[in-house]
Each structure stands twice: as structure tokens, then as C-alpha cells.
């Protein structure tokens, strides 16, 4: 195994640049996984780790060798597709084999290697059907049974689950966690779904527009988001964002002249300073203290045991999402008061950038 790093990575298509200076460092042994909307990069960025798109400038260095100009097959790493791209006239064995029997690798370890990744998948019973006898969750484990039995430095994973149906996604997403916590080896994971990014990462690259704007754990990311970007981006129902003004007094006043009290920030807003109020619909609480706002429930997406709630002021503002566990006591058109506890709510300045609370 190795550690990974990307240094001032840039590509220009032409005169569009895609990369605009990614620098990752990801320790050996790590899960890290690249999200971001559709175009930011990610996949091209991944390209150049495994030697299949030329970086315009910048370095890869795995385990502390420069990899750069280094062919593919030189760079110790083996590639997941999200095409799964298997040879579909060979056997599950044969595709699985097929890296190590070019590399000219003895018969006996070529087949110890290839029963050891099959067992380890589960699909030692499959090594003799082909491709096309097979599931999708089974193509997409002999995939990763052949990058396995090429035994690489890194792992790279390419939106892998994005071909699968949701029920398998979830199945596989588990597979992948159990996967990494038996083999160790550094992967590197691209994906533009956020799930599988909180669920399988240690800690997680948000990318957009080819600059990274945050790198830390789920957690972190989730908690305590760089920007608007981030907050919006991880989190199901997305974050409630709402215009504000701040009052000098620890307040924030809406556009519709109700308010909302502030928690305490490492640098006071003056009266009059613009800023965004954030907060995630599962802390919205709805109840009937003094500081409750009122709301009319527009719309209600049930949902088994939760429920959320799309919430209108009356003011012409986009409704307020709010989660909450489904008890059947709400319906669509009711009248309701929500609070926003000041404790979990998330400030941002005028550009989107989020600012210091007190104590964190």
C-alpha cells in the first residue's frame, strides 16, 4: 500500500481548463472520496491519478515515487469503470486472470490470486459464467475482483454504483465499506452522489468548477460547511437557506421584518451586514414557544416513519423544509409555529463564505 498525493494538478481541454490547481494529499491505508456536481472535474481528475489523461502541469506521487509520466500499467494502480468494462467472451475467471496472465504472472498464482479476490466477493461460485449471465451487483464485484488480484497501491473507483438500481446501490455501498476494511489499501473514490460519499468516506473532497472547496471527514462537512456550496451540496433534504440582515444586537432580521436570534460569532456583525441564516430541516423544531414563527404546511412528502414538510411564511420567500418523525398529526394546509434554535443554526457572510461561531 501507499500514500497518495496531487500536487497543483491542471488540464486544459483546449482553452477550457477543467483542473485549476488540485492539490490532495490522502494517507496510506485512506478512503477518500471526490464529490461534486456533473462537470467539476472529478472524473478527469481521477483519469490523471490512474496515467489515462496528461496533466497540462502538476504532479502524482504514490508512495512517494513521481508517478507523472509513468504509463498506467507502471503506476500501481487498478481502475473500477463504471461500464465495469469486461471482456464479455471470457469467463468471470478469465477476465479476472487477464491482467496478470499479460504480465506474464505464473499459472499457479494467477489462479491462487484470482480464487482468493473470488472469495473474498462471494462469487467463487461464478468464476465459469460470462458476463452476460450475470447481475449488475455481480459484473460490478468481478470488476473489482480483477483490480483486486492485480494486488495495486491504490485503488481508483469511477461513479461505480451509479449503473446499479437503488436497492443495489445500498447493498453494494455496504460491500465496498466491508471491502476496504478487509484489504486496507488506499482508494480514491469518485462519485457525484453525496450518500455514498457520507456513508463510505473517510474523509471527503468536495469539488466544484475544478477547485476543491473543502476537504475534511463526513462529519466535519456536515457540521461545519466552508460555504453555501457545501452546505447545500451534502445533506438530504438540503439546507434551508434564508437571506438575512444582521441588527447589531445578537438578531437577524428577515426580508418579511420577523427575526431570528443569532448564536454568539468569534467576530460580532454590525448593524446592517448582510448574511445568510442556514439550517438543515431535521433541526427545525415545530411546536408553540414565544419565538415560534408561523407557517402554513403547503406540501407534506411522507416517507414510513418521516415526514417532510414544506413550509410557506406567506411572505413570497421559497418554502422552509422541515423533517421530523411522522406521527400523522400533520396535514397539508395546517397552520404551524417552527422555531430555529440558534445553536444549530449555520451563518454565512455575503459571498457565501461561512462564519466563525463562538466556542467551535
Given amino acids: 500500500m501507499a500514500g497518495l498525493s496531487i500536487e497543483n494538478a491542471r488540464k486544459s481541454f483546449g482553452a477550457t481548463e477543467v483542473l485549476k490547481g488540485v492539490s490532495i494529499d490522502i494517507a496510506d491505508g485512506e478512503f477518500t472520496v471526490i464529490v461534486g456536481p456533473s462537470g467539476c472535474g472529478k472524473s478527469t481528475l481521477l483519469r490523471a491519478v490512474a496515467g489515462l ?35 464479455p467472451h471470457l469467463t468471470v475467471y478469465e477476465n479476472m486472470a ?13 489462479d491462487e490470486a484470482v480464487r482468493r479476490a473470488a472469495t473474498t466477493l462471494s462469487i467463487e461460485t461464478l468464476l465459469d459464467r460470462k458476463p452476460g449471465a450475470l447481475s449488475g451487483g455481480q459484473r460490478q464485484r468481478v470488476a473489482i475482483g480483477r483490480a483486486i488480484v492485480r494486488q495495486p497501491q491504490i485503488f481508483l473507483f469511477d461513479e461505480p454504483l451509479s449503473n446499479l438500481d437503488a436497492d443495489l446501490r445500498v447493498r453494494m455501498r455496504y460491500e465496498f465499506a466491508e471491502l476496504h476494511r478487509k484489504l486496507g ?27 476543491i472547496e473543502q ?10 460547511p466552508a460555504n453555501i456550496f457545501v452546505a447545500q451540496f451534502l445533506g438530504t433534504p438540503r439546507m434551508n437557506i434564508a437571506a438575512a440582515t444582521a441588527d ?28 445568510s441564516i442556514g439550517i438543515r430541516p431535521e433541526d427545525i423544531a415545530i411546536g408553540d414557544a414565544a419565538v415560534d414563527l408561523p407557517f402554513t404546511i403547503r406540501f407534506i412528502e411522507r416517507l414510513g416513519g418521516l415526514a417532510t414538510l414544506h413550509l ?26 417552527a422555531s430555529f434554535p440558534a445553536n444549530r443554526l449555520h451563518l454565512f457572510d455575503a459571498d457565501g463564505q461561512a462564519l466563525g461561531k463562538a466556542r467551535e
Fill in 53 to 87: 489523461e496528461e496533466l497540462t502541469s502538476g504532479r502524482v506521487v504514490i508512495g512517494g515515487r513521481d508517478v507523472t509520466d509513468l504509463a498506467p500499467s507502471e503506476r500501481g494502480i487498478a481502475m473500477v469503470f463504471q461500464s465495469y468494462a469486461l471482456y
Fill in 98 to 110: 487477464f491482467g496478470l496472465k499479460i504480465a506474464k504472472a505464473d499459472k499457479a498464482a494467477v
Fill in 185 to 211: 489499501t488506499t482508494t480514491l473514490y469518485v462519485t457525484h452522489d453525496q450518500v455514498e460519499a457520507m456513508t463510505l468516506a473517510d474523509r471527503i473532497v468536495v469539488l466544484r468548477d475544478g477547485r
Fill in 215 to 224: 476537504v475534511g471527514t463526513p462529519r466535519e462537512l456536515y457540521e461545519r
Fill in 248 to 275: 447589531g444586537a445578537g438578531k437577524a432580521i428577515l426580508p418579511d421584518g420577523r427575526n431570528i436570534v443569532l448564536p454568539a460569532l468569534t467576530v460580532p456583525l454590525a448593524d446592517g451586514t448582510p448574511l
Fill in 312 to 337: 410557506d411564511g406567506g411572505n413570497g420567500d421559497d418554502l422552509v423544509t422541515c423533517q421530523l418523525r411522522d406521527d400523522g398529526s400533520f396535514d397539508e394546509g395546517d397552520a404551524v409555529a
